[in-house]
């Protein structure tokens, strides 16, 4: 689980890559987590390319491409929705107000606990249960392959359903000090839908440690990896460790 540098932003506070050498630094990087990677483990990258010269850079989307040529398995990409974000625009678009989460693993076959983040079902269950047509009541496979199918009237009783993947989280983080620290929610989230009390998670970019203090709540083994000494300092005193 984590969160590298930005390309070319925030440089005065740590080393920002430039974007169009940001594939070839990380790459060297992502055979390495390739390497420590159980083959039944995951690997959560959070990542955003900015907008450079009024466009998006593609950064992001060759890295993609080229994880997936090295034999990693893009299984999806969620969406960290960041609800508190001032609603804005630039000249050619709209605010920043989300970021990638892109999920990779080794094998088609991964340990994944989805029910561990279930959430409440909330109140559309009441106007979505009203009336149930003949279609809601039976499995419905995709016609698109997708192995999506449904039942929705199976859902009737339930009081926790699966979340989608868009995850909706302030920015604001317990951990002050660092920049550029995501919120524990955001690690919380994915090492218990990833992995199980015991397990080892590895941030190679830990920061002030906010992936290891989620495991610290979670009863979850970490390494975490820092170049920055200031911030190298700052994560054990976050952690209790000084
Ligand atoms: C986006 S921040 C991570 C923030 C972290 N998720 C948190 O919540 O505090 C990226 C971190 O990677 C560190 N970093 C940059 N290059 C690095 C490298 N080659 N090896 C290890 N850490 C590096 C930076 O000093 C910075 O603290």
Redesign the pocket.
């Known amino acids: 689980m ?5 390309a070319k932003r925030r440089s005065k ?3 920002g ?1 430039n974007p169009d050498e940001y594939v070839d630094w990380f790459f060297p ?1 992502s055979q390495e987590l390739k390497r420590v990677l159980k083959p039944t483990g995951s690997f959560i990258l ?1 990542i955003k390319e900015p907008a450079i010269n009024g466009e998006r850079h593609t950064f992001v989307i060759q890295l993609t491409l080229a994880l997936k040529q090295d034999g990693w398995r893009w299984v999806d990409e969620y969406c960290w929705h960041k609800k508190n974000s001032h609603p804005g625009k630039w000249n050619n678009r709209f605010r920043d107000s989300w970021e990638r989460c892109l999920h990779f693993t080794k094998e088609k076959k991964f340990a994944m606990y989805q029910d561990a983040v279930m959430i409440p079902v909330g109140d559309w269950k009441k106007k979505r249960f009203k009336n149930l047509s003949q279609a809601d009541r039976e499995r419905n496979k995709s016609s698109l392959g997708n192995d999506f199918s449904r039942n929705v009237s199976n859902w009737k009783e339930r009081d926790m359903v699966y979340p989608s993947n868009v995850l909706h989280l302030a920015t604001e ?1 317990r ?1 002050r000090g ?1 920049s ?3 919120p ?1 929610d955001l ?1 919380i989230w994915f090492i218990k839908l990833f992995t199980q009390e015991g397990d080892v998670v590895l ?9 290891a203090l989620a495991c610290q709540e979670l009863n979850r083994h970490f390494i975490g ?4 000494k200031d ?1 190298y300092d700052l ?1 054990c005193s976050n952690l209790g460790l000084l």
Not at 2 to 6: G, N, R
Request: hydrophobic share 30%; aromatic share 14%.
């Open positions: 984590t969160s590298p540098p930005y506070t740590y080393g890559i990087i959070n983080c951990n660092h550029a620290a995501f524990i690690p941030d190679p970019f830990i920061g002030g440690g906010t992936t990896i820092e170049l920055n911030y994560a």
